[in-house]
């Protein structure tokens, strides 16, 4: 049913079963990294480094230490947790299509985006933890029977729809990834050489060998784990989103925000995508298995997106006009469009709703250099569309007398540096440890979808 | 007591199940199949069925009702707390709920693939060939002592007519414990 020829062939060159594993180990089986392993973790240790000492001086001295102030309470870290959880959209949206519309062709594309997700969810996690102030104190989050009543959580509040969405966000998409996995890292240990090599590998691989009831177990879970995780591809951002949108600030309060959210975090997912499969390709000497045609048809999904994104900054602006509210005109068109905040709006609409739009031409779609920088673009315009929520909204509401600028300090810019530098280590080693492109299923499609078949078949 | 299987490798997916499909109508027993990644139409030719999709359903049916139970007496009868006039029993306790269905459906599912198929960390995997991980696939059969030397015969050239391109005879290692695949 699902065997149409529409992509053509999708993994070229004519490879062998054996072949594919050949390919794809290769950097994992590689007696050393290469150079620049060590040249960017040397780079991912100092910003990690860094971020420790962000964190430290957040512990051990509060809040003080950030730009924010009574008006504007969320600066650096909320922006960054919305840009973090953003990103980790892409993994599970492109594990969706994968399964749940056959959409064979995104196999070499699922692992990597899936360990993206997992590892910006983990970054995301860590700035509502550190805005708490008392990170000791954070256990208070979670319903537990307490002395003070029991005085329960309040679970009408986003916030605690927040811990809990993303606490699940957490669990399934890395069950999700691992479940997966487990093939591959088997196909690892049975390939090992060193000792100790196949020790680990055995362990992480639970002694999976690859019966048939074994892989309909495992397919049968990953289908059902995958329908469970649909709906979260809706729901997180739509729940980040209630945290803004269940206020009355001027530019929060409005109903399109949680399609306006979705929308944004699957578009910087799928840039963020984009970016890492330009590297892979390019280092791993992956083009077989990502070719022109996958970076050709993610370019074109983003073209689509990015008009999605145009229409919702329209949107607003347009609700804010045609509300006649007071408050709204003035958040959007005297402290959006024009203002002290303009420089960050305009970068927003030019990188977010315009600079995609060159993905309508096939040249640029063919030129890997400049696909690389639009996606690059993108990823700095998004993190500007939070910043323009939240900053524009919170310096200037109703009160003349309560406006406040925000300015970050360098312990906020410390975190957001540090959780990329945790972001870039943890992909660093899953390049060097784990089977980037996941075998069994690349296998899987290898002979509906390569000129194997003709060759095999001409023979007999 | 030490077991012998018959083991037939295929080079090919399509030839394996071919194999399957008339190792089964001459009525010979499979033991296992081997395969680098999912073949698709096997489970069905083999008889296999999975009830996790049931299971999924009611672990959600599940995470639903407790969920809804916690919340419900944590805010009506734990500790009632009245504030901005709205229902102690609220209608946006459906967010929680609904992300809880899939905390609780997913983890209790991945939890049921591991028990059920018996791995976990500490298994050891022990192959009756190491090859069919990477390339190749096979169809192991259970010589049984009761065989007659031409039966072994008549097994081995099923699975070679089929397209097996090696049968080989070996014993089993004595840790070997995987569930029979029929």
């Keep these: 049913m699902y065997k149409t020829s529409v992509r053509g062939i999708l993994i070229p060159g004519n490879k062998s079963y054996g072949q594919v594993a050949n390919d794809i180990l290769h950097p994992l089986e590689a007696k050393s990294p290469p150079l620049w392993w060590y040249i960017v973790a040397s780079l991912a240790i100092g910003m990690t480094g860094f971020g420790i000492w962000g964190i430290y001086t957040t512990v051990t001295q509060g809040i003080g230490t950030w730009g924010v102030n009574n008006n504007v309470g969320w600066g650096m870290a909320i922006i960054s947790f919305v840009w973090w959880?953003?990103?980790?959209?892409?993994?599970?949206?492109?594990?969706?299509?994968?399964?749940?519309?056959?959409?064979?062709?995104?196999?070499?594309?699922?692992?990597?985006?899936?360990?993206?997700?997992?590892?910006?969810?983990?970054?995301?996690?860590?700035?509502?933890?550190?805005?708490?102030?008392?990170?000791?104190?954070?256990?208070?989050?979670?319903?537990?029977?307490?002395t003070r009543g029991p005085l329960w959580d309040n679970f009408n509040s986003p916030?605690?729809?927040?811990?809990?969405?993303?606490?699940?966000?957490?669990?399934?998409?890395?069950?999700?990834?691992?479940?997966?996995?487990?093939?591959?890292?088997?196909?690892?240990?049975?390939?090992?050489?060193?000792?100790?090599?196949?020790?680990?590998?055995?362990?992480?691989?639970?002694?999976?060998?690859?019966?048939?009831?074994?892989?309909?177990?495992?397919?049968?879970a990953i289908i059902l784990i995958g329908g469970l995780a649909a709906p979260l591809v809706v729901s997180v951002h739509s729940i980040v989103s209630m945290d803004f949108a269940t206020s009355v600030i001027?530019?929060?309060?409005?109903?399109?925000?949680?399609?306006?959210?979705?929308?944004?975090?699957?578009?910087?997912?799928?840039a963020m995508v984009m970016t890492l499969m330009i590297i892979i390709r390019h280092v791993f000497r992956y083009k077989d298995y990502v070719t022109q045609g996958h970076l050709d048809a993610i370019a074109r999904?983003?073209?689509?997106?990015?008009?999605?994104?145009?229409?919702?900054?329209?949107?607003?602006?347009?609700?804010?006009?045609?509300?006649?509210?007071?408050?709204?005109?003035?958040?959007?068109?005297?402290?959006?469009?024009?203002g002290a905040y303009y420089a960050?709006?305009?970068?927003?609409i030019v990188s977010n709703a315009i600079i995609p739009q060159f993905f309508w031409f096939k040249k640029i779609r063919n030129n890997l250099v400049i696909m690389f920088i639009i996606t690059i673009i993108i990823n700095v315009g998004m993190w500007f569309e939070r910043y323009v929520i939240i900053v524009t909204s919170l310096s200037k509401d109703f009160l003349p007398s309560s406006w406040a600028s925000y300015?970050?300090?360098?312990?906020?810019?410390?975190?957001?540096?540090?959780?990329?530098?945790?972001?870039?280590?943890g992909l660093l080693f899953f390049f060097r440890y784990i089977p980037i492109i996941s075998m069994s299923e690349t296998k899987g499609i290898l002979k509906e979808t390569s000129n194997i078949k003709e060759e095999k078949h001409g023979n007999h | 007591?030490?077991?012998?299987?018959?083991?037939?490798?295929?080079?090919?997916?399509?030839?394996?199940?071919?194999?399957?499909?008339?190792?089964?109508?001459?009525?010979?027993?499979?033991?296992?199949?081997?395969s680098p990644f999912p073949v698709h139409g096997l489970a069905e030719i083999l008889g296999l069925e999975t009830r996790m999709p049931l299971l999924t359903f009611l672990y959600g049916v599940f995470g639903a009702s407790i969920t809804f139970a916690f919340l419900y007496w944590t805010s009506v009868v734990s500790y009632p707390l009245k504030f901005g006039g709205k229902p102690l029993n609220s209608l946006s306790f459906i967010i929680i709920m609904f992300v809880l269905v899939i905390f609780v459906a997913v983890?209790?599912?991945?939890?049921?693939f591991f028990i059920r198929q018996k791995i976990g960390p500490g298994k050891k995997a022990v192959m009756l060939d190491p090859r069919t991980m990477d390339d190749k696939f096979a169809i192991v059969i259970e010589k049984d002592p009761a065989f007659t030397p031409e039966q072994v015969l008549k097994i081995s050239h099923i699975l070679k007519e089929n397209g097996a391109v090696e049968v080989n005879e070996e014993v089993q290692p004595e840790d070997y414990k995987e569930e029979r695949d029929e």
């Design chain 1, 85 to 146: 959880i953003a990103i980790g959209h892409a993994g599970t949206a492109f594990s969706i299509f994968l399964l749940l519309m056959r959409q064979r062709w995104l196999t070499s594309i699922t692992r990597t985006a899936e360990a993206m997700t997992v590892l910006a969810v983990i970054c995301a996690g860590i700035f509502p933890l550190l805005h708490m102030g008392r990170i000791w104190n954070g256990f208070f989050i979670l319903p537990y029977p307490n």
């Design chain 1, 159 to 220: 916030l605690f729809w927040d811990v809990a969405a993303i606490t699940t966000y957490l669990m399934t998409s890395a069950v999700f990834w691992y479940i997966a996995l487990i093939p591959d890292l088997a196909m690892v240990r049975e390939r090992a050489v060193s000792k100790v090599k196949k020790r680990v590998y055995a362990l992480l691989s639970f002694g999976w060998v690859g019966t048939a009831r074994g892989w309909l177990r495992q397919e049968t």
């Design chain 1, 250 to 270: 001027p530019g929060w309060h409005t109903t399109i925000f949680p399609p306006y959210f979705v929308i944004g975090a699957i578009f910087s997912g799928f």
């Design chain 1, 301 to 338: 999904i983003m073209v689509f997106i990015s008009m999605f994104m145009g229409l919702a900054y329209a949107t607003e602006l347009f609700i804010a006009w045609y509300s006649a509210g007071e408050y709204e005109i003035f958040t959007f068109m005297k402290n959006r469009v024009t």
């Design chain 1, 344 to 348: 960050a709006f305009w970068i927003m």
């Design chain 1, 407 to 425: 300015h970050p300090t360098v312990v906020e810019w410390a975190n957001y540096i540090g959780t990329m530098g945790i972001f870039i280590l």
């Design chain 2, 1 to 34: 007591m030490e077991i012998i299987n018959i083991i037939g490798i295929y080079n090919d997916p399509d030839d394996l199940v071919k194999g399957v499909k008339k190792v089964k109508e001459e009525g010979i027993a499979i033991k296992n199949v081997f």
């Design chain 2, 107 to 112: 983890l209790f599912t991945f939890l049921t």
